[in-house]
């Protein structure tokens, strides 16, 4: 037969989104459902995975493991802070590792994680650590939850150039029976339960060779304390750290007080032009000055839903402006960075001037006339 012709014929699965998306989009999906703050991807090859995790607000701690360092150091520097982190920094912490090592191997930088990814891993382990993996993973790090993919081997003769592998490193491929008889016995001896599913659809008609991707997530049955599972477990390190990456947080007092202070300038700032241009509005008329009062008012309940209701006003005497602290932690957001208002006071204490009974911020408008 014509080979163009059989070519033509053969039956081409392509999967939209590619399939190693749709992987990472179940590992977020997982992550946006159970919200673990410390998550661990092991074989993390070029953290694609770990990247798109790091957007997921719930997660402070990510680490990343793989056997080859060079592959985790190609874009490793995508899993660093951006100017932007630094402008605004966020309310949750998140520090990102990554180690040079292997799953076959404990070291102690691994325990008390929430959650551990294995995404096409498990393939590419030899025989000697595909049989230590179920110990690392499942007896030592004991997380609460593992998830496990590997390919279908059923799906295979549906890809026209697969002969034995989808990939050349892979040591195995598994069919469905095959994994899930391996996952419910590891389950099993580690106190697991183990509920199977997949990704990359059959086409229609097909449906018993099952998913492309077969996934196996795991549940521990019994809790088990960060602290307790450290202390127990005493190990030497022996992975390399390759890279490491605190964001800033204001969870950090230093980042918490610049942005306190940004924050109050920037909404004691808006207080006094508002009020400067209504005062200029009104001049002297005293039925204007009410109408102006009123402005003043349902300029601030719009502006800030405000959290307090009963402030003093801001005002003017002589050449300053006073705005109120009171006001000004009425703001949603400043309430929401201080929490209290005795921290406000704390956070700006010697950093924004104040009136003389440090009630107020204080602006001095004389140059401002002047140039007015
Ligand atoms: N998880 C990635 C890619 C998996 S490819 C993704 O979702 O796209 C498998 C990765 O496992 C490779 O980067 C390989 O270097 C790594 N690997 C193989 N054996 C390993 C071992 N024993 N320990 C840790 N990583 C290993």
Redesign the pocket.
Known sequence: MDKNFQEEFKPVIKFEPPL?KQ??QFVKDLVEKYKPKKVA?????DC??LWMLKFCSCIEVLAG????AN?MKEKMHTLSPLPVDYLQPSERSLTVTLHH????HKDPCMLGFDLVTC???IE??EES?LKKFPEVVFGFMAPSIVVISTPNSEFNPLFPRVMLYRHPDHKFEWSQAQFQSWALETARCYGYSVEFTGVGHPPTGMEKVGFCTQIGVFFRKSPQTGESVQSEKPTEAVYKTVFKAVYPSLKDGKYLQNAVISEVIFTAQIIKHRLMSKREESGDDPERKSKFQHSVDSFSDCLGKLVVEKHMEPFVSGNEVYIPLSTIFSFPKVNRLCGTFEKLCKLIAGKVTLSSDGSAVMFNIEHENEEN
Do not use: F, P, Q
């Open positions: 190693y992987r990472h991807d092991l074989g993390c090859a694609s995975l493991l793989d056997i080859c592959v090592g292997s799953v076959a995404i096409e891993l590419h382990l650590e």
